[in-house]
């Protein structure tokens, strides 16, 4: 702390050195003629440029000295010579410090080493850094610091700040095969005076000029129905939800979503859908339908191929796999015995379908790796699905599940609104004031049928980057604040 707090006086004694000289960084103005990817692919002996960027590095050879400056584009040296900057200017270059934002003016030229380089001619200093940068600039190892402070991350590691460059190439592909498919993006509400859509805690707030309670939304689903019913017949969201519950690798409280409803389609429709538009998004953003996850060591630990068709297969097949052929033939009392025997971890109070479900949230899901559907899930689990003409036990849902995880849920929507009603009460346990009447009464004045589908964004950027932790794929996950 004490080398920093040195660090940083040093700094800013040079910036006070600068502006006794009439020099103020921060009031400079620079127009680069290109970015610095851009130079580098366009590169002629002799071309005159004008970039800006980072100070990445610095090389004092005397009369001479190397820098390399970077942007988000790339990074390229910069070639100072003190008989063309003059002694004033050559001294003040021979004090930037690394971090620190300059633009440079001069000739694109490659040295004997065969290093593109800008010859420089001119120099505007155009921010100071008080405090260094990073220490590792080929990464951060604290992962404290690499999530509370990620610009620091991103500064280090240009396989970090890719990941989250691919991230947005990511939701821009699904936005491009959306449009395509005629869907029409739309916003909805964040704050609900009932949260619904989902079984989950979620965040409470207070309207003070309301004078009562509203709740950051759990899910997206209720009000993108009510647009069905008022006639736009494809319709998609992609936006943040919040739930009030556990942090881990694959959960943070704010996660971002994409819900799509298609009119006159059901969770078939939705299948085609998925797999579609998550091909056409490897391809586009990775170039490949095969994912390649690599340990710290950079070693393929496994890989995942998008290669459709992807497997179907349905939820009480997997479950009888699993847990035995007669799962759904003993009583409740045997069942719960079994999960544990088997080693699901079960509540007390877990309601019988709930036992089942911990069966394969624990034991079957992680070991889906390849892109796999599981359809036709009991119906207790989703409320707001048809029920399977097929089985009236199950409705017509499917899990995608990739990596181990669930990537995208779907099915065929409910638009009954007498049945819906009694399954959402059911799900609310008898507690009126938990149920969406203005959804209810929306369903009454007609929806179409429809298929739909929601997918985390968070999950499916961890699948595609090869990234094991929920927190890699979010620039800014939820930490508990400092109290030092």
């Known amino acids: 702390m004490e080398e920093t707090n040195a660090l940083i006086e040093q700094r800013k004694a040079k910036l006070a ?55 988000t584009t790339g990074r390229l040296q910069v070639y100072a010579q003190k008989n063309v900057l003059g002694d004033e ?33 001119s120099f505007t200093i155009l921010a100071k850094a008080l405090r260094p940068p990073p220490a590792k600039w080929h990464g951060l190892a604290d992962t404290e610091i690499r999530y509370r402070q990620r610009y620091l ?81 494809r319709v998609f969201e992609l936006g943040r939800n ?54 710290a060591e950079g070693k393929v630990i496994r890989t995942i191929d998008l290669t459709p068709p992807w497997r179907r297969v349905k939820y009480k097949d997997l479950i009888c796999e699993k847990a035995g052929p007669d799962w759904f033939q003993i009583t409740p009392a045997q069942r719960r015995e079994r999960a544990q025997a088997l080693g699901a971890e079960i509540g007390p109070d877990y309601e019988d379908f709930e036992v089942t479900g911990a069966v394969f949230e624990k034991l079957i899901e992680p070991t889906l790796i390849q892109p796999t559907f599981v359809t036709h899930l009991l119906k207790e689990l989703v409320p707001l699905a048809k029920l399977s003409p097929e089985d009236r036990d199950c409705v017509e849902v499917f899990e995608l599940c990739i990596n181990g995880q669930e990537i995208a849920p779907a099915y065929t929507e409910q638009n009954d609104p007498l049945e819906q009603r009694e399954r959402l009460e059911h799900q609310a346990g008898g507690e009126q004031q938990k149920l969406d009447e203005d959804f209810l009464v929306a369903l009454e004045h007609g929806m179409p049928p429809a298929g739909g589908m929601g997918m985390g964004i968070d999950r499916l950027c961890m699948m595609l980057l090869g990234q094991e932790s929920i927190r890699d794929v979010i620039l800014f996950p939820q930490l508990k604040p400092k109290t030092d």
């Open 153 to 233: 991350d991103l500064m280090a590691s240009d396989e970090v700040r890719e990941v989250f460059l691919k991230r947005s190439a990511i939701v821009r592909e699904i936005r491009e095969f959306l449009h395509s498919r005629g869907f029409v993006e739309v916003e909805t509400p964040m704050m609900q005076s009932i949260p619904g859509g989902a079984a989950a805690q979620p965040f409470v707030t207070y309207h003070n000029a309301l004078g009562c309670n509203f709740y950051l939304r759990i899910a997206l689903e209720l009000y993108l129905k009510r647009l069905l019913v008022g006639g736009m017949d």
């Open 89 to 121: 200017g050559f001294e003040i270059f021979k004090h930037l410090d690394l971090g620190d934002f300059i633009g440079v003016q001069g000739t694109l030229f490659t040295t004997r080493t065969g290093e593109m380089t800008v010859k420089l001619e």
């Open 242 to 295: 919040f739930r009030n519950e556990g942090i881990s690798r694959r959960h943070n409280p704010e996660f971002t979503m994409l819900e799509a409803y298609q009119a006159y389609g059901d969770y078939e429709t939705m299948m085609e859908l998925t797999q579609s538009m998550i091909c056409h998004v490897a391809q586009k953003v990775l170039g490949t339908l095969r994912i390649e996850h690599r340990d």
């Open 17 to 71: 050195a600068l502006r006794a000289r009439g020099i103020d960084p921060f009031a400079n103005k620079f127009t680069p003629s290109e970015t610095i990817g851009e130079a580098r692919a366009r590169y002629a002996e002799g071309r005159p440029v004008a970039l800006a960027g980072r100070i990445t590095a610095h090389r004092d050879m005397g009369k001479s000295m190397f820098v390399d400056i970077k942007d």
